[in-house]
C-alpha cells in the first residue's frame, strides 16, 4: 500500500531534549514536505526536500532541522524543543506537481 | 502574495442537505488547487484536484469543485451530506515555482444535524 509513515504519533518532551520525528515513504516520491497544523492557522511548511541530499527552509522553519540522506526517509530534527513548538505536525510526499502530496497521519508533540 | 482564504470557520448542515464550502486564492500564475479534508485524529486525504481543462472536478465520496478563474474561487460542493462527511477541509494551491509547497487556507470546520 503506498503510504507515508511517520513515528511517534503522540509524543510528550521537555523543553530542551532533542528528539526526531521519522517520516518514511514508499513510493520513490522525489518530493518530501514538513508541515505543522496549528488551530486557525492551517498547514504551514517547516521544510522541504527536492531530493536526495537537496534541503530547503519553508515557512516556519526556525528551530527545525532536517536530513534527506535517502530518497524513502525524511526526519524532521529538533534540537532544543520549546513550548511554541508544541503543535501536529505532517510529513507528506509528492511525486510531482501533478499529484500534489500524500500525507501521512500526523505526529502530535507536546513541549512541556 | 500567494493565498488561500476560507471565509467560513464553522458550517453546520443537516443530514441530507446540500453543502458549499468556500475557497479563493491568490496567485500569479495558473494554480494548482486542491481540496483535503481531515477527520478527527486523522492526516489528510485528497478529497480532488484541478490543473485545467473542464473548470468543475469530481472527487471521492462524492465531491465535487467548481474552479472559476474570474472569481478566483475554486468551492466544493456536495448534493447530499452524510453525518460520516464531519470534518475539516482545507483548501490549498500549489505553488510549485517555489519552494514546491501547498499553500493552505486555515480550514472550514463541517458540523452534521441529524
Known amino acids: 500500500e503506498a503510504q507515508v509513515t511517520q513515528n511517534p504519533r503522540y509524543l510528550i518532551t521537555v523543553t530542551g531534549k532533542k528528539l526526531t520525528v521519522t517520516c518514511s515513504q514508499n513510493?520513490?516520491?522525489?518530493?518530501m514536505s514538513w508541515y505543522r497544523q496549528d488551530p486557525g492557522l492551517g498547514l504551514r511548511q517547516i521544510y522541504y526536500?527536492?531530493?536526495?541530499?537537496?534541503?530547503d527552509k519553508g515557512d516556519v522553519p526556525e528551530g527545525y532541522k532536517v536530513s534527506r540522506k535517502e530518497k524513502r526517509n525524511f526526519p524532521l530534527i529538533l534540537e532544543s524543543p520549546s513550548p511554541n513548538q508544541t503543535s501536529l505536525y505532517f510529513c507528506a510526499s509528492s511525486g510531482g506537481d501533478l499529484y500534489g502530496y500524500t500525507f501521512g497521519s500526523g505526529t502530535r508533540l507536546t513541549v512541556v | 502574495a500567494q493565498s488561500v482564504t476560507q471565509p467560513d470557520i464553522h458550517i453546520t448542515v443537516s443530514e441530507g442537505a446540500s453543502l458549499e464550502l468556500r475557497c479563493n486564492y491568490s496567485?500569479?500564475?495558473?494554480?494548482?488547487l486542491f481540496w483535503y479534508v481531515q477527520s478527527p485524529g486523522q492526516g489528510l486525504q485528497l478529497l480532488l484536484k484541478?490543473?485545467?481543462?473542464?473548470?468543475l472536478v469530481q472527487g471521492i465520496k462524492g465531491f465535487e469543485a467548481e474552479f472559476k478563474r474570474s472569481q478566483s474561487s475554486f468551492n466544493l460542493r456536495k448534493p447530499s451530506v452524510h453525518w460520516s462527511d464531519a470534518a475539516e477541509y482545507f483548501c490549498a494551491v500549489g505553488a510549485w515555482d517555489s519552494s514546491y509547497k501547498l499553500i493552505f487556507g486555515s480550514g472550514t470546520r463541517l458540523l452534521v444535524r441529524p
Open positions: 484541478y490543473f485545467s481543462g473542464d473548470t
Open positions: 513510493m520513490n516520491h522525489e518530493y
Open positions: 526536500s527536492m531530493n536526495v541530499e537537496v534541503t
Open positions: 496567485y500569479g500564475a495558473t494554480p494548482y
